[in-house]
């Protein structure tokens, strides 16, 4: 039996992004939003896709998030995690972050 797996990549552009904060042990952190738009086949047919994705950098990579505006354009790879104990909605962590150049990455 393999191990469960949970890792995510996805590009689209930061559509929000929230004060830099720092959790109880000192860790900086951002929460930020991202849009992602694009073409995905889907049994054999072209079907367009858009959706919008809360994330959370922690550490250095909020340090780097933070120098970024909405409307730039990002590859994010991380994980999917609740939102917390009383909601199960979907963030994504992000642990990397590379900048796209150009604004076709999402909506």
Do not use: W, Y
């Not at 950098?57 to 104990?85: C, I």
């Amino acid at each position: 039996m393999t191990a469960p797996q949970n890792q995510l990549t996805i590009t689209g552009n930061i559509i929000e992004l929230a004060q830099l904060r720092h959790t109880p042990a000192g860790v900086p952190a951002l929460n930020f939003r991202v849009a992602h738009a694009s073409e995905q086949i889907e049994a054999g047919l072209p079907r367009k896709v858009e959706c919008e994705l809360q994330a959370v950098a922690l550490g250095q990579t909020a340090l780097v998030l933070q120098g970024s505006k909405p409307g730039d354009g990002v590859r994010l790879t991380g994980f999917l995690a609740a939102k917390g104990t009383r909601s199960s909605q979907p963030v994504l962590h992000v642990e990397r972050i590379e900048f796209l150049e150009g604004t076709d990455h999402g909506i």
